[in-house]
């Protein structure tokens, strides 16, 4: 059995944006029906528009659908949300196993579920050369 949320902690934690949150509730905003994590770089809302719920799915069931900045339904105990660095293991392996012989780097963005520019971003932040690159070297 669940435990209720501590309303005033977990919109101390919203303002504070705090990551030992991040996972462990989802903000709902009724002003503008989306639901948010804990650490998410929007601007807070205002108090009496939030409602805090336990899951993702909990959130969805009120009527609320996912924020497209902090992607809550990718939360951190969620296997997709092990995101960047899953991402760019999964992207070696496919490139290691020739998705970009014909130097298509939008093809493989689209295969793991982003976009190029996105899949770009993510090479240079933990490898320092883009897919195409990382590619031609191995």
């Known amino acids: 059995?669940?435990?209720?949320?501590?309303?005033?902690?977990?919109?101390?934690?919203?303002?504070?944006?705090?990551?030992?949150?991040?996972?462990?509730f989802f903000t709902g905003?009724?002003?503008?029906?989306?639901?948010?994590?804990?650490?998410?770089?929007a601007r807070s809302p205002k108090r009496e528009n939030v409602v805090f719920h336990p899951t993702a799915a909990a959130a969805e069931e009120a009527g609320l659908r996912a924020c497209l900045r902090c992607r809550p339904e990718t939360a951190p105990e969620m296997g997709a949300w092990r995101g960047t660095s899953n991402t760019v293991s999964r992207a070696l392996a496919m490139i290691e196993a020739g998705a970009l012989d014909a130097g298509n780097a939008d093809a493989l963005a689209t295969r793991l579920g982003m976009g190029e520019r996105q899949l770009r971003r993510l090479f240079r932040q933990h490898l320092g050369a883009a897919p195409v690159s990382v590619a031609q070297t191995r």
């Open 1 to 24: 059995m669940e435990q209720p949320l501590d309303q005033e902690a977990c919109w101390r934690a919203v303002v504070a944006r705090d990551a030992r949150f991040d996972g462990r």
């Open 29 to 41: 905003v009724t002003s503008t029906g989306i639901y948010c994590r804990p650490v998410c770089p």
